[in-house]
């Protein structure tokens, strides 16, 4: 299979990658700065420079991609920033749009750029967060993150319909508490088996599951 994976230079996206080519996969690992550890991961089509916040990304992106049918899209790419729990104390706004840009619009770009090589049967997996939930928030806070995510989970519902009569599957899914920079090393699961579960998730999907919200350990969450 052709599979696509963004934000592959590091944590998730780069254990995503990983597996997915030793399995056999032929894996484009899309990346805005590129690692040592992606480079020095073989048998990785590796295209870097891609910001998923510009529509000339997105355009060279497609440009690379060419005429190649895509079986899987999986959109990693995102940021969180730090932001205050006490509305009182403000906020930073300009923070608040990096991420809305990165984790809610940045999929929209790329799908947008890549849904014409996708066929029917073809699979569309949002890497979204439960702190995107709105049923599930009960401490607060986060409000560039949780923000963004509920808005990437609302596109991705949008997605599920709008992509059905194409065949195009759609997923949204949390990875858990992730051990990765982006959690400053904190979480209670390993990216290796975070992508594990992720995988898991995106190969059974079906028809009938698709627009489910799924923890990577199977678990359907709440909106």
Known sequence: MNIVVTGANRGIGLELAKQLSARGDHV?????????????SSNLEVVADIDVTQ???????????????IDVLIQNAGILEP??????????????????????????????ALVRNMPSGSKLALISSRAGSIGDNSSGGMYGYRMSKAAL??????????LADRGILVCVLHPGFVKTKMTGGGGNVSADAAAKGLIARIDGLKKATSGTFWHANGEVLPW
């Open 28 to 40: 484009i690992a899309v990346c805005r700065r590129t690692s040592p550890e992606l480079r020095s």
């Open 55 to 69: 529509d000339s990304g997105a355009a060279r992106l497609a440009q690379i991609v060419g005429t190649r049918l």
């Open 83 to 112: 932001s205050f729990a006490d509305p009182t104390l403000g906020f930073d706004f300009d923070s608040l749009r990096r991420q809305y840009e990165v984790n809610a619009l940045g999929p929209l770009r790329i799908t947008a």
């Open 153 to 162: 989970n609302m596109a991705a519902m949008s997605l599920t319909r709008d």
